[in-house]
């Protein structure tokens, strides 16, 4: 019933899903919705409660969605996952909720519902026919405060995570090296720390653990609802008052600041040899930053600097690498901005039958040498800006990503006003702003290298490898 | 004045030193004194505080030290450097000892004095003539409890430690390269931290910081007292209830439990190219239990297979890539066993002159899978463990060697009785253990490779370190 999003370097089987996550987590985040009547209202409740609301007459359903400033890179050293665990806990029940009763009331009165866990927010959303609002916020306002957290419950649910991760990770070799590369990228901030948690963690996250976390950051005050659909802000605002508004706040809501990452000096490899992979593949990450965290412009000029460079068929990556050379069978590339800290640029690619990865890695390096050392052409950067305004401005239609990508927005250190200013800003990025962060952010000792090959138990060697060029 | 032991594989300039250093650790905390008056007696104070006195005659010296088990593992995340820097606020002063008084008295009175950080413990330390020991622990005792920290005196210091920094870490290579090992090689456990701290975190450190850490762990119940030289353990008894044994105790004074290392899926490199690096460097570190956290036997056997593979001219790896071979110009290894949560197996290698470094990594590789393989021969045990037991022997005839390795066990996880049976548990080695160990730890996957390059900055080109071997 749950579905959790828990970091997509984790949860999704093949590279590519990771990267089109990736992406599309980025474009959540900051775009103007299109639709003339969508221009978002945000206010804050007596309690602190945060409030969006995001008028959409199309059709008689809302999508509501609450939002906790809280994610996996606020755990505790030695309690990691237990933001994602507290995330399916909060379907266990209350007071006047049997456990596992949540979302079977959503579903008797027609709705759906789901939840998910990042490194920087947890949020829970439902959608549902209008008339239900009252219903859904009540529901949802009640566990907010009024969570019970039975030990036999919590016990029951750390075997459940077990398994996820299980499927998840440890069944899927991108997984387990996408894992052990952002462990090894990241020095000091828990951003290094996998969203559903290490398994020996897991196994030893206990009931207190739970009922501490969920006390410390769930609250009124440090949460943010989000509205979307046939509703007007007068209407949310009554029933917000009525039901979240009686929540009480906390005095400690707002979370510790993270350890900062100190400067990299060396670049970091890591290769996993796996008979379960497909092909060989490469993926690279750089340290970057992120919208909350950028100077001004960019992370705009970030955005474009890797769709023109890496996005999508049409870019200098996949023209040279899969069109022009035939070295990889699918290449790639995206930048995560949507972070609280930090962001990342990536970039991918899948090795062609009978091509070496270090080939690969070659070609790679050309192509983002070239855009370092001369730009992109204004063409280039023209094109790539129409397409991302573009793309965002149909995203919009979806009443569910548009509420994402204000709860996102404001859960990860963002305000409306940046969602909403995002094509603006994008329409000020020059061809010698992309040069200028290619050159500052697309450098060599920021970066982790993953290598995943396809290696026969039978012929797999004892030996280092650092001769990767003699296969795949 | 202060000479700080900061965790041996950042402040030591040459990859020599770092090794050697490391070796010494795993001696010093193990291994029973020869000398037939030396038996160290053991008892515990009222208020918690253990004691350790070990008789040594031959002259009218004694060396005198103070361990907390504390160090830069306990520090809180975004806090590193905190248990260092509170080594040199300890000579700060106290209501009745002026601001840096503390080593002036010392010197005075004809003595030396020093202090060290490491991950796992603290220590204090002075050699004076024995009548002036009184005075030496009626001084430790008033700092244990009486510290003052003024704000002036945390900010002046922090700079000192910034500089300390700059010197043994930045400017050299190989501190810089060891630096990014230890950090992209712990995953989740603080061995990755460097002892010294973090730059940027270093220089936020605070006056309350360093309250906070010294009224958290400096307390008689986190502390061991170990008095080495010409004392009976009478006099040391009644000494130490009349100076240490006034100290209060503290509620909470165990440490809390550092996270765990989740398991390695792939194994990591980190290539450094610097213009300031001398020849070609490799270095790799597996990871490994250490004495306090093997099973029985498994550390004992570490150690021995270290040897015979790695430690001094005569191991194989020596005799293969310097003497036979001559492709590295040195290369050695070493077992650092002495932590309280888990070890490292390590290995490195200079490149001769006009030997590609991934050549030289090949045979240290070939050296490495035969001992794996084909384990070590009876001949070879016994003469390493013969040298083992002989080079701690002579060890023991140094007053503050014999002292360390007393107080390091102790703060460490171990015990005196650890120490004493450690030659009796080296005997019990066989070779079939050895290979069990080999085959079990020296392992892919657990494992780094740091790679140091010179590379001249007018020829370092912006590629990646794929072709390492076309270099050097």
Redesign the interface.
């Known amino acids: 019933m749950i579905d959790s999003f828990t970091g997509p370097a984790l949860l999704r089987a093949s590279a590519m899903a990771v990267f089109a996550v990736f992406a599309a987590g980025a474009i959540l985040g900051a775009v103007r919705p299109a639709m003339a009547e969508a221009r978002a209202s945000h206010f804050k409740l007596g309690n602190g409660m945060e409030v969006v609301v995001i008028p959409d007459h199309r059709a008689p359903v809302v999508t509501h969605m609450v939002w906790y400033r809280v994610g996996a890179a606020d755990e505790k050293?030695?309690k990691?996952g237990i933001a994602h665990f507290l995330e399916h806990l909060m379907f266990k029940g209350t007071e006047k909720i049997a456990p596992g009763d949540f979302s079977k009331i959503i579903a008797r009165n027609g709705g759906e519902d789901n939840a998910f866990t990042g490194h920087d927010a947890t949020a829970y959303f439902q959608r549902v026919a209008k008339d239900r609002l009252p219903l859904i916020m009540e529901m949802e306002a009640d566990r907010m405060e009024n969570l019970r957290l039975l030990e036999k419950d919590v016990l029951t649910e750390r075997k459940v995570i077990l398994e996820e991760r299980r499927s998840r990770v440890d069944n899927s070799p991108s997984s387990?090296?996408g894992?052990?590369m952002m462990?090894?990228l990241y020095?000091?901030h828990?951003y290094?720390?996998p969203v559903i948690g290490?398994?020996?963690?897991i196994a030893e996250l206990e009931q207190p653990d739970a009922i501490k976390f969920y006390q410390r950051y769930y609250a009124p005050n440090n949460a943010i609802l989000v509205v979307a659909g046939d509703v007007t802000e007068a209407e949310v605002r009554k029933l917000a008052k009525k039901t979240y508004g009686k929540a009480k706040p906390r005095a400690e809501r707002v979370r510790d600041?993270?350890?900062?990452e100190?400067?990299?000096?060396?670049?970091?490899?890591?290769?996993?040899?796996d008979p379960r992979a497909g092909s060989a593949t490469i993926q690279r990450y750089y340290l970057s930053p992120a919208y909350s965290s950028a100077e001004p412009g960019e992370a705009e000029a970030l955005e474009l600097l890797m769709k023109v460079a890496t996005s999508g068929t049409t870019s200098r990556l996949y023209k040279s690498l899969v069109v022009e050379k035939k070295k990889a069978a699918d290449a790639g590339g995206w930048y995560g901005g949507s972070g609280l800290d930090s962001g990342r640029l990536g970039v991918y690619a899948v090795a062609a039958e009978g091509v070496a990865i270090?080939e690969v890695?070659?070609a790679i390096?050309e192509v983002l040498?070239d855009v370092?050392e001369n730009g992109i052409t204004q063409k280039e950067l023209d094109r790539a800006r129409m397409d991302a305004i573009a793309s965002h401005i149909y995203g919009s239609d979806s009443q569910s990503s548009l509420a994402r990508r204000y709860g996102w927005a404001l859960a990860s250190g963002r305000t409306v006003a940046d969602v909403e200013s995002w094509p603006e800003r994008l329409r000020k990025v020059s061809v010698e702003d992309v040069k200028r962060v290619a050159q500052k952010h697309l450098i060599?000792k920021q970066s982790i290298?993953?290598i995943l090959l396809p290696v026969e138990k039978a012929t797999k060697r004892?030996?280092?490898?650092?001769d990767?060029a003699r296969k795949s």
């Open positions: 050293p030695g990691s387990i090296l894992e052990q462990a090894a020095q000091s828990p290094g720390v290490w398994e020996h963690e600041a993270r350890p900062r100190p400067k990299h000096a060396a670049p970091v490899r890591v290769t996993l040899e270090s890695e070659a390096d040498a370092r060599e290298t993953g004892s030996k280092k490898g650092n990767e």
